[in-house]
C-alpha cells in the first residue's frame, strides 16, 4: 500500500533560518514524490518533485528537497526562511496505479519576523 | 488565464438540498481529479477522470456523482447534502496518464451544510 507520513503537524522557523518540513513515504516499486504549498484558502501549488536522477530536487520559491531511498524520506529545505513561507505544506507520493496521489497530512509552517 | 477554476467558491446551503460544483480547465490536460479536504486539512482523492472515462472512484456515498461532457471539464454533483459533506472540495488536472504528472489544483470550493 502507498502513503506519505509527514510527522510533524507544525514547523517553526525565524526567519532568515534554515527550514526542513519532513516526509516519508511507503509504495510499491519507484517512487514519484511531489511537494505541494497551499497557502490559506487557496488551492495547492506544486512545487518540485522528484521523479528519478539526481537525489537533490530544486523547485520553485527557493525550495529544494533530498530523496534518500534508504529513509524512504524525501524531505523539503529551504536555506533561509521567509515570512511568506508560512503556510501548509504537503508531501504526496504517486501511486503504482499512476493516476492516484497520496497526500501526507500537511505541515504548518510559521516563519516569524 | 486561470489554469483551473471552479465555480461556486462558496456554497451554503441546508441539509438534504442538491447542489453541483462545476470544474474547468484550460490546460488541455487529459486527466481531472476532485478531492475532499475536511476541517483538518486532510486531502483525499475522491474521483479522477481521463477523457470523460471515469479511472477512479473511492469509497464515496453514491450521493456523490461526477460528470464529464468533455475533458475539460468536471463537474460534481451531491444529492441529498448531510452536516458531513461540509468540507473544501478541490478539482485538479494533469496531462497525462503517466507516474510524473504533476497535478494543477483549482482554488477550491467551501461546502457549508447547516
Known amino acids: 500500500a502507498q502513503s506519505v507520513a509527514q510527522p510533524e503537524d507544525q514547523v517553526n522557523v525565524a526567519e532568515g533560518n534554515p527550514l526542513t518540513v519532513k516526509c516519508t513515504y511507503s509504495?510499491?516499486?519507484?517512487?514519484?514524490l511531489f511537494w505541494y504549498v497551499q497557502y490559506p484558502n487557496r488551492g495547492l501549488q506544486f512545487l518540485l518533485k522528484?521523479?528519478?536522477?539526481?537525489?537533490l530536487v530544486k523547485g520553485s520559491y527557493g525550495f529544494e528537497a533530498e530523496f534518500n531511498k534508504s529513509q524512504t524520506s524525501f524531505h523539503l529545505k529551504k536555506p533561509s526562511a521567509l515570512v511568506s513561507d508560512s503556510a501548509l505544506y504537503f508531501c504526496?507520493?504517486?501511486?503504482?496505479?499512476?493516476?492516484?496521489?497520496?497526500f501526507g497530512s500537511g505541515t504548518k509552517l510559521n516563519v516569524k519576523p | 488565464d486561470t489554469a483551473v477554476s471552479q465555480t461556486p467558491k462558496y456554497l451554503v446551503t441546508q441539509m438534504g438540498n442538491d447542489k453541483s460544483i462545476k470544474c474547468e480547465q484550460n490546460l488541455g490536460h487529459d486527466t481531472m481529479y476532485w478531492y475532499k479536504q475536511d476541517s483538518k486539512k486532510f486531502l483525499k482523492i475522491m474521483f479522477s477522470y481521463n477523457n470523460k472515462e471515469l479511472i477512479i472512484n473511492e469509497t464515496v456515498p453514491n450521493r456523490f456523482s461526477p460528470k464529464s461532457p468533455d475533458k475539460a471539464h468536471l463537474n460534481l454533483h451531491i444529492n441529498s447534502l448531510e452536516l458531513g459533506d461540509s468540507a473544501v472540495y478541490f478539482c485538479?488536472?494533469?496531462?497525462?496518464?503517466?507516474?510524473?504528472?504533476?497535478?494543477?489544483f483549482g482554488p477550491g470550493t467551501r461546502l457549508t451544510v447547516l
Open positions: 485538479a488536472s494533469s496531462q497525462e496518464r503517466g507516474h510524473t504528472d504533476t497535478q494543477y
Open positions: 504526496a507520493v504517486r501511486s503504482y496505479n499512476y493516476n492516484k496521489f497520496y
Open positions: 522528484y521523479i528519478t536522477g539526481d537525489n
Open positions: 509504495v510499491s516499486g519507484n517512487p514519484y
